[in-house]
């Protein structure tokens, strides 16, 4: 099979994680046919493993989707470059004045942008954050960086190229751009004005389940392809992007292989947040606790299928608007049968992980649709009730709020709802407080136990 390869940097990466690798660079992969020039030069922020990788094997890796049938691989050249910030500072910045760059783009999770979950607005007491500002020739969260990246360039009298974030936050167009006023306005007003007049960073939904890659894969992928691709990755067939159509630079043609440009996401963001990762985070936490460890495993267990569906169906759709073109009752019926896909090992510890920055995205705003309606959502309530459980028996995984919340399990598993409960950057100012969520999910903690 040939391999497609770019010609010139035009995209720099923040974050070559498998989800970026089997999601976007598979769009920018198959756009070469239209522009050859878009290759992607693949920055990690803080790890090595995947860049290493991914240099010696001349940034070549392999695209495997796992099918019924059974796996389907394809050599991808898209990314012409893979670097990390920690000691190539020098050369990521080479790239970033770069007067040809178009693109700056990033998958780095929700808590790589150091945010407050429960407002959406920068962190500045994040240790990161502190340190961009004490260390402005040296940064290391993706704002510092950003923000210096597009000062030089302003400096150097170059435009500025589109910047967008590819994570699972609702607006993260404007989070991300919000978040670079505040930063750039604590030392330089004029950039703060000129980010806020002149940037354009859309909005951005992904969708495809990319389960992390293990030493099982990786000898799928090498007896497919007859030698061992440390960077090979392995996803779904289901793909989807849904962009918002504001571009201050050139782009390559995403449209023409599937991807969504559109004047309003929101509606998409809404309904893939609702209805598959909503699903998906409580599915973890319900098939941690009953002992399972994937996804298909868990949707094996006829208990854990049925409260997924009852959970989709009377909870989550019902407070979820489709948007124009998306048929809902086909998109909620498609979710199940992609969580039990048996050819995907997605570890239901590697979902859980970070829950308590997911939570105000995924779940909070389902609460507070319900209540609006004067109603409580049962099947939320359980959810958030599985994944207290899972601290109040040690079972929960890493989180970048481990400490405090480890601190605030109390021996009775009420009294460790009313303290999670109680945690506003998680439940915000009014579900948390809600007596009738309240005891809902004391109730669910009840029957868990």
Same mark, same amino acid.
């Given at each position: 099979?040939?391999?497609?390869?770019?010609?010139?940097?035009?995209?720099?990466?923040?974050?070559?994680?498998?989800?970026?690798?089997?999601?976007?660079?598979?769009?920018?992969?198959?756009?070469?046919?239209?522009?050859?020039?878009?290759?992607?030069?693949?920055?990690?922020?803080?790890?090595? =493993?995947?860049?290493?990788?991914?240099?010696?094997? @001349? &940034?070549?890796?392999?695209?495997?989707?796992?099918?019924?049938?059974?796996?389907?691989?394809?050599?991808?050249?898209?990314?012409?470059?893979?670097?990390?910030?920690?000691?190539?500072?020098?050369? &990521?910045?080479?790239? =970033?004045?770069?007067?040809? +760059?178009?693109?700056?783009?990033?998958?780095?999770?929700?808590?790589?942008?150091?945010?407050?979950?429960?407002?959406?607005?920068?962190?500045? @007491?994040?240790?990161?954050?502190?340190?961009?500002?004490?260390? #402005?020739?040296?940064?290391?969260?993706?704002?510092?960086?950003? %923000?210096?990246? +597009?000062?030089?360039?302003?400096?150097?009298?170059?435009?500025?190229? %589109?910047?967008?974030?590819?994570?699972?936050?609702?607006?993260?167009?404007?989070?991300?751009?919000?978040?670079?006023?505040?930063?750039?306005?604590?030392?330089?007003?004029?950039?703060?004005?000129?980010?806020?007049?002149?940037?354009?960073?859309?909005?951005?939904?992904?969708?495809?389940? %990319?389960?992390?890659?293990?030493?099982?894969?990786?000898?799928?992928?090498?007896?497919?392809?007859?030698?061992?691709?440390?960077?090979?990755?392995?996803?779904? #067939?289901?793909?989807?992007?849904?962009?918002?159509?504001?571009?201050?630079?050139?782009?390559?043609?995403?449209?023409?292989?599937?991807?969504?440009?559109?004047?309003?996401?929101?509606?998409?963001?809404?309904?893939?947040?609702?209805?598959?990762?909503?699903?998906? *985070?409580?599915?973890?936490?319900?098939?941690?606790?009953?002992?399972?460890?994937?996804?298909? @495993?868990?949707?094996?267990?006829?208990?854990?299928?049925?409260?997924?569906?009852?959970?989709?169906?009377?909870?989550?759709?019902?407070?979820?608007?489709?948007?124009?073109?998306?048929?809902?009752?086909?998109?909620?019926?498609?979710?199940?049968?992609?969580?039990?896909? #048996?050819?995907?090992?997605?570890?239901?510890?590697?979902?859980?992980?970070?829950?308590?920055?997911?939570?105000?995205?995924?779940? !909070?705003?389902?609460?507070?649709?319900?209540?609006?309606?004067?109603? !409580?959502?049962?099947?939320? &309530?359980?959810?958030?009730?599985?994944?207290?459980?899972?601290?109040?028996?040690?079972?929960? #995984?890493?989180?970048?709020?481990?400490?405090?919340?480890?601190?605030?399990?109390?021996?009775?598993?009420?009294?460790?709802?009313?303290?999670?409960?109680?945690?506003?950057?998680?439940?915000?100012? &009014?579900?948390?407080?809600?007596?009738?969520?309240? *005891?809902? !999910?004391?109730?669910?903690?009840?029957?868990?136990?």
């Amino acid at each position: 099979m040939g391999i497609r390869r770019a010609t010139a940097t035009r995209i720099l990466h923040l974050g070559p994680g498998a989800f970026f690798r089997a999601h976007m660079a598979a769009y920018c992969e198959k756009a070469l046919v239209q522009d050859r020039s878009f290759g992607i030069a693949a920055m990690s922020m803080r790890s090595t =493993a995947i860049v290493d990788a991914l240099a010696v094997q @001349d &940034c070549i890796y392999t695209l495997g989707e796992m099918h019924a049938h059974g796996l389907e691989v394809r050599p991808m050249g898209v990314i012409r470059e893979a670097l990390a910030l920690s000691r190539d500072r020098v050369r &990521c910045m080479e790239i =970033a004045l770069d007067p040809g +760059l178009s693109v700056i783009s990033m998958t780095v999770t929700e808590k790589g942008y150091a945010l407050d979950p429960a407002t959406g607005a920068l962190d500045f @007491d994040h240790a990161d954050i502190r340190h961009d500002f004490d260390h #402005p020739s040296e940064p290391v969260s993706v704002v510092g960086l950003l %923000t210096a990246i +597009l000062a030089a360039r302003r400096e150097a009298g170059l435009a500025w190229p %589109t910047v967008m974030s590819l994570d699972n936050l609702r607006h993260n167009g404007r989070l991300l751009k919000a978040a670079l006023i505040a930063f750039a306005g604590r030392s330089n007003s004029d950039l703060a004005t000129a980010i806020d007049n002149d940037l354009a960073a859309p909005a951005s939904m992904v969708d495809r389940i %990319t389960p992390a890659t293990g030493p099982a894969d990786l000898d799928a992928v090498a007896a497919r392809i007859g030698w061992r691709d440390r960077a090979a990755v392995l996803t779904e #067939p289901f793909t989807q992007w849904v962009i918002e159509d504001r571009f201050a630079s050139d782009r390559p043609a995403w449209e023409r292989h599937g991807a969504i440009l559109t004047n309003d996401v929101e509606p998409f963001e809404n309904a893939k947040l609702r209805l598959i990762n909503a699903p998906h *985070s409580a599915l973890a936490w319900i098939g941690l606790l009953r002992g399972r460890e994937t996804v298909a @495993d868990a949707m094996a267990d006829p208990v854990i299928r049925r409260f997924v569906e009852t959970l989709l169906h009377e909870d989550l759709a019902p407070v979820t608007d489709a948007p124009e073109g998306l048929d809902k009752g086909e998109y909620t019926a498609s979710v199940t049968g992609r969580f039990a896909n #048996p050819a995907i090992r997605h570890r239901l510890a590697q979902i859980a992980t970070d829950s308590s920055q997911k939570i105000a995205q995924r779940l !909070v705003p389902v609460l507070e649709a319900h209540r609006a309606r004067g109603r !409580v959502p049962p099947h939320v &309530c359980r959810a958030i009730a599985a994944w207290i459980m899972l601290w109040q028996k040690g079972l929960a #995984p890493a989180d970048p709020m481990g400490d405090e919340l480890a601190a605030s399990v109390r021996a009775d598993p009420r009294d460790t709802a009313d303290a999670f409960l109680a945690i506003r950057s998680v439940f915000g100012e &009014c579900a948390g407080r809600d007596p009738d969520i309240r *005891s809902t !999910v004391h109730a669910a903690l009840a029957d868990l136990a």
